[in-house]
């Protein structure tokens, strides 16, 4: 059920973060949209807009603080902006950790 309502905030940002970009870069609405590696269409900004957007409704739907830009995110071995589903799984996660403290 998280991983479902998750998936379902980083489309919704998704549709924020494209309403700021033009036609020809906007994002894919699916939960197999690339999003930041080598064929992803997210570039730095868009990236940093896509992780505050999720953050604050992340943070909104289950009452908890999760941080998509610090060390351990950005240390992981696989790359957790690759895609809708791997930053579902990857918040997912994160949320659990967070609501089993």
């Known amino acids: 059920m998280i991983a479902m309502n998750i998936t ?8 924020e973060l494209n309403q700021q970009l033009s036609p020809e870069k906007r994002i894919s609405i699916s939960t197999d949209a690339l999003l930041s ?3 992803g269409p997210l570039d730095s900004l868009g990236l940093v807009n896509l992780i505050l957007i999720v ?8 009452g908890v603080q999760i941080s ?8 992981q071995i696989d790359n957790p902006f690759k895609s809708v589903k791997t930053l579902s799984d990857y918040i997912s996660r994160l949320v659990e950790e967070k609501q089993n403290v």
């Open 8 to 15: 379902y905030i980083i489309l919704k940002a998704l549709k």
């Open 37 to 39: 590696n080598d064929e």
């Open 55 to 62: 953050e604050e409704q992340v943070s909104n739907e289950f």
């Open 68 to 75: 998509l830009s610090d060390e351990k995110t950005m240390t």
